[in-house]
């Protein structure tokens, strides 16, 4: 690393420090599984940045006429042609879901169009579609709505910006991002049918207790990279604005789930550590 990258990586923490909280308690908890059960289906090796865990998570919805298998991508980070790109696309291409869904932070800061459209077109297809929301750094990177829906568009992907959509077996519902953007959950819900299952997708974990609601059995977040560096008896050295008490895994509120995603990507420094890149498939499973 030469001493301007250096420079650059020391401003980045220093940045990200005052955009979080350094040892929250909430990372000393032993993350909790799902309620149907938690586990890694494959483990690449490698150095950390590209040693991605896939993940697979059972929750048994009532009222869900067929069960579907969900692909979340999140929190890519995406910046360069680099290994962790080529890592990201081979990971995602080799899956087989019902449902693909990209929860935010698939870009930061010096993303290239080039490294978005390699990524965005290794995507899986899926029978009930490709969907994202946005995140923190898609506002903070040079992709603000508008552009980034268009850019999705040209890949077969639908963004949901406080919107939903009757995909037949689940109702799916996208959040404005916590942190960044201005979430309505009014309008996020305009039509929603509550006696029928809705998947929600939510970049920031903070806004899970105004999310969580009867018809609503699970919800899909990132943005915590589950603390990217998590030290043992200690926890996690940094959690970012918006995480609330939800650093990674599984959290109840009433009749409702979150999932805190690990992603894929890493902010602030290049280093995971405990906290390995996760590529997760969460199985909606019909009761």
Not at 144 to 152: A, K, V
Not at 157 to 182: F, H, K, M
Not at 190 to 195: K, L
Request: aromatic content about 8%; glycine content about 10%.
């Amino acid at each position: 690393m030469n001493p301007i990258q250096t420079y650059r990586h020391l401003r980045g923490i220093a940045r990200g420090i005052r955009r979080g909280t350094v040892f929250p308690p909430s990372t000393r908890v032993r993350p909790q599984a799902a309620p149907g059960g938690s586990r890694i289906v494959r483990a690449e090796p490698g150095a950390a940045l590209v040693a991605i865990e896939e993940t697979e998570h059972t929750v048994h919805v009532e009222g869900l006429r067929e069960g579907l298998r969900v692909l979340q991508v999140t929190d890519v980070h995406l910046r360069g042609d680099d290994e962790v790109l080529r890592a990201t696309c081979a990971a995602v291409s080799r899956h087989r879901p019902d449902l693909v869904v990209l929860t935010g932070d698939v870009v930061t800061r010096g993303w290239s169009r080039d490294a978005a459209d390699q990524f965005l077109a290794a995507l899986p297809e899926a029978p009930l579609g490709k969907y994202a929301i946005i995140g923190n750094w898609e506002y903070w990177a040079g992709a603000p709505p508008d552009t980034w829906r268009w850019f999705l568009e040209r890949h077969g992907i639908r963004l949901l910006l406080d919107e939903n959509v009757d995909l037949g077996p689940v109702q799916l519902v996208g959040t404005d991002d916590l942190l960044a953007g201005r979430p309505d959950l009014g309008r996020a819900f305009t039509g929603v049918d509550p006696a029928r299952p809705s998947l929600v997708l939510t970049h920031s974990p903070a806004l899970f207790p105004e999310i969580a609601r009867p018809g609503v059995p699970v919800v899909l977040s990132g943005h915590t990279h589950g603390g990217q560096v998590v030290i043992p008896g200690i926890g996690s050295a940094f959690l970012p604005r918006a995480s609330g008490d939800y650093p990674w895994g599984w959290y109840p509120a009433g009749p409702s789930w979150l999932f805190v995603c690990r992603g894929l990507g890493w902010s602030v420094a290049p280093v995971r550590w405990r906290s390995p890149p996760e590529l997760a498939t969460v199985v909606m499973a019909a009761t």
